[in-house]
């Protein structure tokens, strides 16, 4: 998903140049703040409501699950620095790690299993690298 002014080539290039993008297999998102201070983000429920209804939308078969939204803050090493069961949530950015990013999992019942569908946040650096946001 990017965030551009127009549908353009040129913009919507730019907009990924610039870090104005997350990744999505369905999950949508109302809202992304990121900043050396933190990340805020809200989930569209709506939005992905929608995106799931879509034949071109599948979702990572799993055997055991249980439906809704996780929000996981992930730092250094894949480690999970903060979980949260719902739709919105935030967490401060810390030097303790050398980046942090948001992963949502939306899980629903399918058949006999549960299909998990996911988005990812550009990540905060705190190492000095270049920081991209989504705002």
């Known amino acids: 998903?990017?965030?551009?002014?127009?549908?353009?080539?040129?913009?919507?290039?730019?907009?990924?140049?610039?870090?104005?993008?997350?990744?999505?297999?369905?999950?949508m998102l109302n809202q992304l703040d990121s900043s050396l201070g933190g990340i805020?983000?809200?989930?569209?429920e709506e939005g992905t409501t929608r995106e799931l209804e879509s034949t071109f939308v599948s979702?990572?078969?799993?055997?055991?699950?249980?439906?809704g939204f996780v929000i996981e803050f992930i730092g250094d090493g894949g480690k999970v620095l903060k979980e949260v069961k719902g739709v919105s949530a935030s967490t401060d950015v810390s030097s303790d790690s050398s980046?942090?990013?948001?992963?949502?999992?939306?899980?629903?019942?399918?058949?006999d299993g549960f299909e998990n569908f996911y988005c990812w946040t550009q990540p905060v650096f705190t190492d000095g690298r270049q920081h991209y946001h989504y705002d």
Request: charged share 20%.
């Open 59 to 67: 979702g990572h078969k799993v055997a055991e699950g249980e439906e």
């Open 99 to 111: 980046y942090t990013r948001a992963k949502i999992t939306f899980t629903r019942k399918s058949g």
């Open 40 to 44: 805020s983000l809200t989930v569209d």
């Open 1 to 27: 998903m990017v965030l551009s002014d127009t549908l353009t080539p040129d913009a919507i290039s730019n907009a990924m140049y610039h870090g104005d993008f997350y990744a999505t297999s369905g999950v």
